[in-house]
């Protein structure tokens, strides 16, 4: 692996450079706003830096707009888990760190409204998702968004009851959001405020 900057008009980007099995050269903008670049592993790490360098305006401007959709749940120094702030410093490794709570936090609301609803999921996925805070299939699978662990615990709770109603109604019926108003009678706000909140 090679670490390393590119800098230009006053602007930084931090890369990290991977070596993997892969076609073609591959980037993603991790939660600390490095850019990860996964290349093929007969290709020199110049032809990656290359790559960033060629691409420079376009590859900032991403990470600018994730700042700016991530404010709500990322300060300088904190991060924002179940709606609290948490310092940064403390937590090793922030994307482990998020999907290990998420798989704990969903997996505890999960299974106590599969009971109290009376539905089973045939799968449960937990990923990152621009469109949506969560999904239900009609093959019975669930996906929910890794997001969903910044926000507080009863808007949690309100997606993965609303997806698990879909499990008896695969749509937005008025019957679908009379089921949900049973289990969360003030499900109107809390729609309300995932509105206000970006997935991206």
Do not use: Q
Request: net charge positive.
């Amino acid at each position: 692996m090679k670490e390393g900057s590119i800098k230009k008009d006053n602007k930084t980007i931090r890369y990290k450079i991977r070596k993997r099995s892969k076609k073609n050269i591959i980037i993603k903008i991790n939660e600390l706003y490095d850019v990860e670049v996964s290349i093929p592993p007969k290709f020199p790490y110049k032809t990656g830096e290359g790559f960033l360098e060629l691409n420079f305006e376009k590859i900032y401007l991403i990470i600018e707009k994730k700042k700016e959709a991530d404010r709500i749940f990322f300060e300088d120094e904190f991060i924002v888990v179940l709606g609290e702030k948490r310092l940064k410093s403390e937590i090793k490794n922030i994307e482990d760190f998020l999907m290990t709570e998420a798989k704990r936090v969903y997996k505890e609301i999960l299974n106590r409204w599969i009971k109290n609803i009376g539905v089973k999921p045939n799968k449960i996925k937990i990923k990152k998702m621009k469109s949506a805070w969560g999904i239900c299939y009609s093959n019975k699978n669930i996906t929910l968004n890794l997001k969903l662990i910044h926000l507080k615990r009863d808007l949690i709770e309100y997606v993965i009851v609303h997806e698990l109603c879909h499990l008896h109604i695969m749509n937005h019926s008025k019957e679908f959001w009379n089921l949900v108003e049973r289990f969360i009678p003030d499900y109107m706000e809390k729609r309300k405020s995932l509105k206000t909140i970006k997935t991206y």
